[in-house]
């Protein structure tokens, strides 16, 4: 009788913790969608990088990604920005590392993405250094998740940052960077899974809004 009830004590146990973990990510991406500073930014990192539910990549996802926005905001002050773009990029390859490239490949894209991010966000540390190196592999990785899914809104947005503030003589074409920020726009849509990432409304405004 005692092992039946501490069996079924731990099955609700369980499942209670599951609940819980899944209600922490939920939480913990609607205030994401809030976030506009780099504190809003450097509390749901440490949020994220608490959380272990499945789908396991979502979490160092999600962080990398906070740190990504860092160093975006800090972009005018590099000398800031290294321990966030280190982080970053830990956490965008932790969740690489947590998918099956071959049959999860809108997922994949998903984190190349978020890696192309924070090698760019490596540029800003000091682009005269940095710039060739790091500017490389963020077009490398932004490259590889295009590849994987041409219809990813999230892709989309980041190539038409990097054409909008690219100078034309290295390959910057505004009137290209305000077309792929309207597609990006336009294919937006809330995913299945509510978890999984839906961000980018507020970037592509942002951006369309330097055209009018």
Same mark, same amino acid.
Do not use: H
């Given at each position: 009788?005692?092992?039946?009830?501490?069996?079924?004590?731990?099955?609700?146990?369980?499942?209670?913790?599951?609940?819980?973990?899944?209600?922490?990510?939920?939480?913990?991406?609607?205030?994401?969608?809030?976030?506009?500073?780099?504190?809003?930014?450097?509390?749901?990192?440490?949020?994220?990088?608490?959380?272990?539910?499945q789908?396991?990549?979502?979490?160092?996802?999600?962080?990398?990604?906070?740190?990504?926005?860092?160093?975006?905001?800090?972009?005018?002050?590099?000398?800031?920005?290294?321990?966030y773009?280190?982080?970053?990029?830990?956490?965008?390859?932790?969740?690489?590392?947590?998918? $099956?490239?071959?049959?999860?490949? #809108?997922? !994949?894209? =998903?984190?190349?993405?978020? @890696? %192309?991010?924070?090698?760019?966000?490596?540029?800003?540390?000091?682009?005269?250094?940095?710039?060739?190196?790091?500017?490389?592999?963020?077009?490398?990785?932004?490259?590889?998740?295009?590849?994987?899914?041409?219809?990813?809104?999230?892709?989309?947005?980041?190539?038409?940052?990097?054409?909008?503030?690219?100078?034309?003589?290295?390959?910057? $074409?505004?009137?290209?960077a305000? #077309?792929? !920020?309207? =597609?990006?726009?336009?294919? @937006? %849509?809330?995913?299945?899974?509510?978890?999984?990432?839906?961000?980018?409304?507020?970037e592509?405004?942002?951006?369309?809004?330097?055209?009018?």
């Amino acid at each position: 009788m005692k092992k039946l009830l501490f069996t079924l004590f731990s099955a609700v146990l369980l499942q209670y913790s599951t609940y819980a973990q899944s209600g922490s990510l939920s939480a913990a991406i609607a205030k994401l969608d809030q976030a506009q500073t780099v504190k809003d930014y450097e509390q749901l990192e440490k949020t994220f990088t608490g959380i272990s539910e499945q789908p396991t990549w979502l979490a160092p996802y999600y962080a990398a990604f906070c740190n990504a926005k860092i160093g975006f905001l800090l972009q005018d002050d590099g000398d800031k920005i290294e321990n966030y773009a280190n982080r970053g990029e830990e956490q965008a390859k932790k969740a690489l590392s947590l998918l $099956d490239t071959g049959s999860q490949q #809108k997922e !994949a894209a =998903e984190v190349y993405t978020v @890696l %192309s991010m924070i090698y760019r966000t490596k540029v800003f540390i000091n682009p005269m250094t940095y710039g060739r190196k790091y500017g490389m592999l963020s077009d490398q990785f932004l490259k590889q998740a295009t590849a994987l899914d041409a219809q990813n809104p999230r892709a989309l947005y980041v190539s038409a940052w990097v054409k909008y503030y690219t100078p034309k003589m290295w390959g910057g $074409d505004k009137d290209l960077a305000k #077309k792929l !920020a309207g =597609e990006s726009l336009a294919k @937006l %849509s809330t995913p299945a899974n509510s978890n999984y990432p839906r961000w980018g409304k507020a970037e592509d405004q942002a951006l369309l809004s330097k055209f009018k």
